[in-house]
């Protein structure tokens, strides 16, 4: 997926693609030029976690081993 940096004030969110496939199991993310948001998505108001793009990136290396 192709992914550019957005302004952390309004983010494009989209639904991970191994959320579960009812409603009750959703997380969402958005590409911020800081790094990653992570939200769940029953509770788009509520918390998110920041994740640097670095901190990202060995996330998703560490995940396809």
């Known amino acids: 997926m ?3 940096p957005q302004s952390a004030a309004k983010p494009t ?5 191994y959320s ?3 409603a009750t199991e959703c ?3 958005a590409f911020i030029p800081a790094g990653i948001l992570i ?3 029953k509770q788009p108001e509520g918390p998110l976690v920041t994740v ?7 996330f998703l290396a560490a995940s396809a081993r």
């Open 2 to 4: 192709s992914a550019r």
């Open 13 to 17: 969110w989209f639904k991970s693609s």
């Open 20 to 22: 579960g496939g009812n």
């Open 27 to 29: 997380v969402e993310a």
């Open 39 to 41: 939200r769940d998505s």
């Open 52 to 58: 640097s793009t670095e901190s990202w990136r060995w």
